[in-house]
């Protein structure tokens, strides 16, 4: 059985850093691209960083470019969201997600930022 | 950036109605277009991969069309479970936007 299970969460100011976990299991991670996507509090859902199967490539909205770095680690079976000069606006709810088939999504991990 | 309007924004209807729900990009992305389903509190559901391609396990009343530019998510006889939130997206290229959703709402 597919899992992702997302953790790093919290509640953070203006300014500080995290670093948001996704640990997968259930398939063979090292073969399949994954996605972080958010959803601001009763807000849609934004698309916000990708990254290869093996790394080598990524990809980012322009809202967090500069700000998040996405980088995993194939021998753990884990996703990380790097995330720096945090905002009030990335406050969100973070779902990793497999790509591809984009079938398979974690359940979120909170994240809030605030003074 | 592609970017994905969706609309309506929001939808009220009955149960048994069909309804259609509207996906544009502006610029053509083949039928790389997913439709997902997301109730209040869970991830979304994948619905319609390849914009017309039915995820296992989804009800045959939900259809999808489209290439290009346009698409459409048609649900042909609305059940009380299908009253949610729809997103469409693109995968065409590698920063994967989301339309706004459409709230479909009970009438």
């Known amino acids: 059985e597919v899992q992702l299970l997302e953790s790093g969460g919290g509640l953070l100011q203006p300014g500080g850093s995290l670093r948001l976990s996704c640990a997968a299991s259930?398939?063979?991670?090292?073969?399949?691209?994954m996605n972080w996507v958010r959803q601001a509090p009763g807000k849609g859902l934004e698309w916000v960083s990708g990254?290869?199967?093996?790394?080598?490539?990524?990809y980012y909205a322009d809202s967090v470019k500069g700000r998040f770095t996405i980088s995993r680690d194939n021998s753990k079976n884990t996703l990380y969201l790097h995330m720096k000069s945090l905002r009030v606006e990335d406050t969100a709810l973070y779902y990793c997600?497999?790509?591809?088939?984009?079938?398979?999504w974690g359940q979120g991990t909170l994240v809030t930022v605030s003074s | 950036d592609i970017q994905m309007t969706q609309s309506p924004s929001s939808l009220s209807a009955s149960v048994g109605d069909g309804v259609t729900i509207t996906c544009r990009a502006s610029?053509?992305?083949?039928?790389?277009l997913n439709w997902y389903q997301q109730k209040p509190g869970k991830a979304p559901k994948l619905l319609i991969y390849?914009?017309?391609s039915l995820q296992s396990g989804v009800p045959s009343r939900f259809s999808g069309s489209g290439s290009g530019t346009d698409f459409t998510l048609t649900i042909s006889s609305l059940q009380h479970e299908d009253f949610a939130t729809y997103y469409c997206?693109?995968?065409?290229?590698?920063?994967?936007?989301f339309g706004q959703g459409t709230n479909l709402e009970i009438k």
């Open positions: 997600a497999r790509g591809s088939s984009w079938y398979y």
């Open positions: 259930g398939f063979t991670f090292s073969s399949r691209t």
């Open positions: 990254i290869s199967d093996s790394g080598d490539s990524t």
């Open positions: 610029q053509s992305i083949s039928n790389y």
């Open positions: 390849a914009a017309s």
């Open positions: 997206q693109q995968t065409y290229t590698n920063f994967h936007s």
